[in-house]
């Protein structure tokens, strides 16, 4: 119901609360500070949908953690239900699935973090919280139940993230691979005129390419 329903904006801390997981008791953000983490609900266990996904996420579970960046998976279902459905993927899909399940038997995460979406529904939607090392959430994504989410993706967020912090600039659209620049990074858009004529003198000199003075660019 909407009145339950708090939707975290990016930017916003992440709610600080304890949570029941497969592997014991987890505070949260606390427990990861100085990681990044991927909170991801599902709808429920046991369904097909959801079974690709975990075993996709855990796939890439060592790239996630060459990343500084660990996984959180949620639903409504009780513990002893996550731990029997991990039993079933690693007997079945040959995956032993690494990273905590929350126990959201209560609702009350899903209903901290705006996961239960409808009047009537007690399961939680396929969301991904990406959160940084200093508890910020830095996106939101919220797919329906119909279409499983592109891990891929999110990996690809993650390291973007990563790069455009280091490294002052902005990813283009489906960096690595953008259909002008390739792989080259995007300069923020110069300000003051003086910056105007520094981008200018940058690219006279071949210190970095320019479609225009608002749309400057350098490899990486
Ligand atoms: C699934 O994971 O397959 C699923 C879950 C809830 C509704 C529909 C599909």
Redesign the pocket.
Known sequence: MMEDTKMPLIGDKFPEMVVNTTQGEINLPDDYSGKWFILFS???DF???????FVAFQQRYDQFRELNTELIGLSIDQVFSHLKWEEWIKDNMGEEIEFPIIADGTGDVGKQLGLLHTASST?TV?AVFIVDPEATIRAILYYP??L?RNMDEILRMVKGFQVAQKEGVAMPANWPNNELIGDSLIIPPASTAEQIAERQGQVDRGEIKSYDWWLCYREQ
């Open positions: 599902h709808p429920a369904t097909p949908v959801c079974t690709t996904e399961a396929r139940a119909e499983g």
